[in-house]
């Protein structure tokens, strides 16, 4: 029952939040013509509830007035599912700031304590899914009562400097760590009140991954598919700590590019994916790999086009069962239910391009797409 209650008032929350927001902070929102309903294939977010054999969009935003307005023009940077609850999924958009749904087919919201411009990452607490992280330029926010208001927790010196990849130990929820456009691997053992360099690159960080299988092995993607692993002390406690060093200790770098050179994956990083039982997918624009044990091995997944024709876009993995596999480009979308021996194919419900894809972990026929205009 107090899960229950608790799901209860975050709906609640939301239903309130989305009336604060359009009635405090309309001017956030557009209300010209280019962000009505307008055309489906321009759609920037749609819906699957069928394994991606059928597609609808799903771009409405909630108002006051019960006219409609829309999302549907907006540029998808990146989509988060809350680890707690599938259906609450975050939004990040290029330029417009952030939105969130706790149930798509109402509609999303948008959060009106962030600035509205481009969110690089976003991370939900995985024990307490009122607490969310989001990256934006060279700041980092947390808001501790499921987006009602913000705080800043971080703020590079260097304005050209992002924030790109957050990352939060599901063990113990007070580590967080950040990547950064400069290199940096930077951590926190106190929910974002301080935080230390703890590694430095010669190129910027795409992603963060803690291994759901031991969150003291910590994964990234450099922007130019540099993968790396290494083990980072998890049992921290800044208000007893005697060892100040110890909690911030970087053990085991393990550098995975020797045996990924011979794949020619490019410069071009799309996703990095772990699995509960510890099996690796990588994505660029060109390849799509996979390694069964770690990152000591890969293999190529094969494609339906050569490599050197692939536009990758956006890679998923259904949770559930790791041979349900997908990926978009920017015309089409492709599935796979054998690891990716063979494929289905069909052009996306838009003419825009393939970004993001999300795979309910609860529901795996429950797949997200979003996506971005393509350049003229």
Not at 203 to 220: C, N, T, Y
Not at 240 to 267: C, H, I, P, Y
Not at 353 to 362: P, Q, S
Request: charged residues 20%; aromatic residues 10%.
């Amino acid at each position: 029952m107090l899960k229950t209650r608790k799901i209860r008032s975050r709906f609640g929350l939301a239903v309130a939040l989305a009336i604060l927001t359009l009635t405090l902070t309309a001017c956030s929102i557009s209300t010209t013509s280019s962000d009505t309903e307008g055309s489906t294939s321009e759609a920037g977010v749609f819906l699957s509830t069928d394994n991606g054999s059928t597609w609808r969009p799903m771009v409405s935003v909630p108002t006051v007035s019960g006219r409609a307005q829309s999302i549907g023009n907006i540029n998808v940077n990146t989509m988060v599912m809350d680890p707690q609850d599938s259906r609450a999924v975050y939004l990040a958009s290029f330029d417009r700031g952030l939105y969130y749904t706790y149930n798509v087919t109402n509609g999303w919201n948008f959060v009106a304590g962030l600035p509205t411009a481009t969110v690089n990452a976003v991370a939900v607490d995985p024990k307490n899914k009122c607490i969310i992280y989001a990256a934006v330029a060279n700041r980092v926010y947390r808001s501790a009562d499921c987006s009602r208001t913000w705080s800043q927790v971080y703020f590079d010196n260097n304005q050209e400097v992002n924030v790109n990849a957050i990352a939060i130990d599901h063990y113990n929820t007070r580590n967080i760590y950040l990547g950064t456009s400069r290199g940096e691997i930077i951590k926190s053992i106190d929910s974002g009140g301080a935080w230390r360099t703890i590694q430095r690159l010669d190129e910027g960080l795409a992603r963060l991954i803690i291994s759901p299988v031991d969150s003291r092995q910590v994964f990234l993607a450099t922007a130019k598919n540099k993968i790396f692993s290494f083990i980072s002390n998890t049992n921290t406690n800044p208000a007893v700590s005697e060892d100040l060093d110890r909690n911030f200790m970087v053990e085991n770098w393990t550098d995975m590019n020797q045996v990924l050179k011979d794949f020619g994956l490019g410069a071009n990083f799309r996703e990095l994916i772990i699995t509960k039982d510890g099996v690796i997918f990588l994505a660029s624009d060109k390849l799509f790999l996979r390694s069964p044990d770690g990152g000591i091995s890969w293999e190529n997944i094969k494609l339906i086009q050569p490599d050197k024709d692939a536009t990758i876009g956006a890679v998923a993995v259904d949770p559930q069962n790791i041979n349900n596999i997908y990926y978009v480009t920017n015309t089409s979308f492709f599935r796979s239910s054998d690891g990716g021996a063979t494929w289905s194919t069909k052009s996306l419900p838009t003419k825009r391009a393939g970004r993001e894809l999300l795979v309910d972990f609860k529901d795996p026929n429950v797949l997200y797409l979003g996506t971005v205009r393509l350049k003229d």
